[in-house]
């Protein structure tokens, strides 16, 4: 099996925990492998809205998962990498950070472990360690010709066939539960 066989699964169970802790009016759609313009495209169409960049380029670049989250007129994007091992590593986490950087509209980010085989421990030992030490971003502003671009992220595994669980990141601001995306979704679409 590859990562791709599971990114179905994983949305379905997603919207299905975060319904739990978001308004009931509030629509979700998702898109999966599929350049990052033609995701935005399909979540467009999906809740008959337009979501737009003000003539900023789309970069075509090819992603796991795209949700597309509105309350009324607002719609907030959340990119997720998704990454089928036995555990996690600072170069995933790398990979997830690049492209909000390069995409640069969608400021919130998910690591997504989609766990493979069992493994006691969901991050490798540095990668675990650069966490404990406070030494990773999870919370921070890129600015591009005086425009600020903020970004905040985090780390979930699943297990398919069972639950989505959170890394705990709290120590390096880093998204760590439903509830606290919850309030990340509400500020977007407020």
Known sequence: MKEID???EFSEKFIKYLRGYIESNIEIAYSVNKSLDLMIKEVSTKLNTEISFENEYIPKLKLDILFAIRKENKTHLILFEVKYLRQL????YSQLSGYLQVAKNINTGILL???KGSSPNKLSNDFNEIIKLKKLPMDWVQTINDKQYPYKTGIIS????????????KVINGISNFEELASIIKKATA
């Open 89 to 92: 590593s600072l170069k995933d």
């Open 113 to 115: 472990l989609v766990v």
């Open 158 to 169: 699943f297990q398919p066939g069972n639950g989505i669980n959170w890394i705990d990141s």
């Open 6 to 8: 599971f990114y179905e």
